[in-house]
T-cell receptor, first 112, second 111 residues
Framework: QQQVKQSPQSLIVQKGGISIINCAYE??????FPWYQQFPGKGPALLIA?????SEKKEGRFTISFNKSAKQFSLHIMDSQPGDSATYFC???????????FGTGTSLTVIP | DAGITQSPRHKVTETGTPVTLRCHQT?????MYWYRQDPGHGLRLIHY???????DKGEVSDGYSVSRSKTEDFLLTLESATSSQTSVYFC??????????FGPGTRLTVL
């Protein structure tokens, strides 16, 4: 059973547009929610992460929005650029545990 | 990149043969993980280690074993490889229960 559900599977956005990727979880014990970015042939790299004590975290053009009551969180990429074209994974973990649960990934293509 | 290397980077083997993948870190991090990545499934945890000789199973551990005799090395063994184990394998390390750093991956093909 998928612990973290991610959508959409793929996304095509025009340069300068906003990319939005959504994730949902069921386990209320999760308290750390990272987003990873992966380029072809490379390992995933941490992009941005949030804990449930805040509803939003912004780093440059990347923002995580977190809705604790709905058990959902999303990644917004503002002013999307062709260099943002990659696969994005959301994940969740418990602070007291060692297991990370990843979403199935979103392939983002930004068209020039 | 964090100091993580994986070897080999590519391997083709036949069904029924044993295979060992190696993850080596230079960061002295306590936690090490093995994941497999498959289309439509994302990253799934196979096994992880929270110290030398301390390991535990992840969500897809059947058919895999691990060993960690030194802080810097974490080995993943497929005792008898099957075609369903064709995948890209990633090692990750973490110094805490938060951020994980991933290695470059090993592409394994089982014929």
């Amino acid at each position: 059973q998928q612990q973290v559900k991610q959508s959409p599977q793929s996304l095509i956005v025009q340069k300068g547009g906003i990319s939005i990727i959504n994730c949902a979880y069921e386990n209320t014990a999760f308290d750390y929610f990272p987003w990873y970015q992966q380029f072809p042939g490379k390992g995933p790299a941490l992009l941005i992460a949030i804990r449930p004590d805040v509803s939003e975290k912004k780093e440059g053009r990347f923002t995580i929005s977190f809705n604790k009551s709905a058990k959902q969180f999303s990644l917004h990429i503002m002013d999307s650029q062709p260099g943002d074209s990659a696969t994005y994974f959301c994940a969740a973990s418990k602070n007291t545990g060692n297991q990370f649960y990843f979403g199935t990934g979103t392939s983002l293509t930004v068209i020039p | 990149d964090a100091g993580i290397t994986q070897s080999p980077r590519h391997k083709v083997t036949e069904t029924g043969t044993p295979v060992t993948l190696r993850c080596h870190q230079t960061e002295n991090h306590r936690y090490m993980y093995w994941y497999r990545q498959d289309p439509g499934h994302g990253l799934r945890l196979i096994h992880y280690s929270y110290g030398v000789k301390d390991t535990d199973k992840g969500e897809v551990s059947d058919g895999y074993s691990v060993s960690r005799s030194k802080t810097e090395d974490f080995l993943l063994t497929l005792e008898s490889a099957t075609s369903s184990q064709t995948s890209v394998y990633f090692c990750a390390i973490s110094g805490s229960l938060a951020e994980q750093f991933f290695g470059p991956g090993t592409r394994l093909t089982v014929l």
